[in-house]
């Protein structure tokens, strides 16, 4: 994930993740391009971030390759999307995401960001913030999977990550029950004031 708020980073700054050779990791993917479709490979990239730490996806960056073509994990160059228009990608991921996984993400989990680049097509970014109602599962195109983001990639979780995952989730509901009913007494026994 780039450590800036989203809505300030600028096109120098992906070129600085290419110039410093910052590889994908656990919160950050390349993608030279936006998918055409909202199908279970998306799906299935976005909910191994929101169930894992969360991170930025960048698209419109070319990934290096080594001599024998693989993939490296470092961004190349900036190559752009032609054609993009952010409120069409708006309305088609959040209308595809009612059909493609469970449990469906709140509004902020995905948010976009077009870059803009006076040297050519626009970059765009995708974080994703962890989920607290993970795990999410895809279930776009017949799958029924749950997925994690490793260091460069993403993997199905096995039953020991899944039973801590749900844990996990429980007790963030029980914490916030928890708080809530303690500000309440407090708010109820005058111990807090609010001014009208």
């Known amino acids: 994930m ?10 120098i700054d992906i070129q600085r993740l290419i110039d410093d050779e910052i590889p994908e990791s ?7 391009d936006f998918p055409r479709k909202y ?5 299935s ?17 070319d990934e290096a390759r080594d001599s024998e073509g693989e993939k490296t994990g ?7 999307l032609e054609s993009f228009n952010l409120e069409t990608v708006e309305m088609g991921y959040t209308n595809s995401a009612q059909d493609s996984i469970s449990p469906r993400f709140g509004k902020t989990i995905i948010t976009p960001q077009p ?28 799958e029924d999977r749950i997925y994690k983001r490793e260091s460069r990639r993403k993997a199905r979780m096995d039953v020991t990550e899944l039973r801590n995952a749900f844990l996990q989730s ?5 914490h916030i029950r928890k708080r809530r009913d303690e ?6 026994g005058g111990q807090i004031t609010f001014p009208i």
């Open 74 to 80: 470092l961004a190349d160059k900036i190559v752009g």
């Open 2 to 11: 780039i450590n800036k708020p989203l809505d300030t980073i600028e096109i």
């Open 39 to 43: 199908d279970k490979q998306f799906w």
């Open 26 to 32: 656990r919160t950050l993917d390349y993608k030279r």
């Open 170 to 174: 429980d007790g963030i509901y029980a």
């Open 45 to 61: 990239t976005v909910t191994a971030f929101a169930n894992t730490e969360g991170g930025d996806i960048i698209y419109g960056v």
């Open 183 to 188: 500000r309440i007494k407090l708010i109820e």
């Open 115 to 142: 870059i803009h680049n006076p040297n050519g097509n626009p970059v765009f970014i995708l974080r994703i913030q962890k989920s607290f109602q993970a795990p999410h599962m895809v279930v776009a195109g017949g």
